[in-house]
């Protein structure tokens, strides 16, 4: 059995990826700056195999402290789900009037905090021989919609940050790819502070609907899993044909 760590855990994307993760046999370690009770409960209810742990990405000794609270419990480190961020609690504006705070602010969470994590289960990972890292980004990245261009440019940040590690990490067997989901509105607070987005863009699909988040597993038990062992450093959206990498 694999142990995955998933950041970003307790709710939103991160909470459909651990049970998806438990589901399809994977040990989950579930790391949120918030409480992961909930979602740890879920997986035991459900026969999985969890461990919840009060983590802050942005912070290296707390990054090390969950890499080492994984190898005791499970082991071994065998997958990263890079997916916390700081994203609906997002502060819109127009570029020129982003507060220095708030910009640093998302980029230590979205970027430093994938950073840190990444390096945080490399030594594991290398030691093993193994690993998969996934980091996930935003369709924000190639269709920049205005309003939050600390937000666009974090998650560009992110794809470059899985190339670099994919080229250090290459030839120790660990792979390294982005995640890229596209809108999702299940969070209705979020979604109806702005009701136009979700029908804008099933519109422009390939496939006419709104994009759930269960829709994102595949791909990422794909990238965590062992056919795809040759597949690193890549961008993969899951959008329904709104726009083509
Ligand atoms: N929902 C969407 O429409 C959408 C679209 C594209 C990309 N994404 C990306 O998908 C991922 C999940 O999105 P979501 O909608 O579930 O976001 P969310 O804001 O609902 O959840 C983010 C999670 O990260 C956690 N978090 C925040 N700061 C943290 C820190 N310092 N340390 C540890 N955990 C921290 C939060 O507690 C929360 O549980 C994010 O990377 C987001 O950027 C989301």
Redo the contacts with the bound molecule.
């Keep these: 059995m694999s142990a995955v760590i998933v950041?970003?855990?307790?709710?939103?994307?991160?909470?459909v990826f651990s049970l998806a993760l438990a589901d399809a046999g994977h040990s989950v370690v579930a790391?949120?700056?918030?409480p992961t009770n909930a979602v740890v409960e879920e997986i035991e209810a459900r026969g999985g195999s969890a461990l919840g742990l009060r983590?802050?990405?942005?912070?290296r000794a707390?990054t090390l402290a969950m890499a080492q609270a994984t190898l005791e419990r499970f082991g071994s480190i065998d997958g990263l789900v890079?997916?916390?961020?700081?994203?609906?609690?997002i502060v819109k504006s127009d570029f020129d009037q982003i507060d220095v705070e708030e910009w640093d602010r998302c980029f230590?969470?979205?970027v430093r905090?994938q950073w840190l994590c990444a390096a945080a289960v490399a030594p594991a990972m290398r030691e093993q021989r193994r690993g998969k890292i996934v980091n996930?980004?935003?369709?924000?990245v190639p269709t920049a919609p205005p309003g939050f261009a600390h937000?666009v440019a974090s998650?560009a940040a992110?794809v470059g940050l899985s190339r670099a590690l994919a080229r250090e990490l290459g030839e120790h067997g660990v792979c390294v790819n982005t995640l890229?989901?596209?809108?999702?509105?299940?969070?209705r607070e979020?979604d109806n502070r702005q009701p136009e987005m979700a029908p804008m863009l099933t519109a422009q699909r390939c496939i006419r609907r709104e994009?759930q988040?269960e829709d994102l597993v595949g791909t990422l038990l794909h990238l965590l899993g062992p056919g795809s062992d040759f597949v690193t450093g890549q961008s993969f959206w899951v959008n329904g044909g709104r726009a083509f990498s």
């Design positions: 950041t970003g855990a307790a709710g939103g994307i991160g909470r790391a949120d700056i918030a983590v802050d990405v942005c912070d707390s890079n997916n916390a961020a700081y994203y609906t609690a230590a969470v979205n905090g996930v980004s935003s369709m924000t937000y998650k992110v890229t989901p596209d809108y999702i509105a299940f969070d979020y994009a988040s």
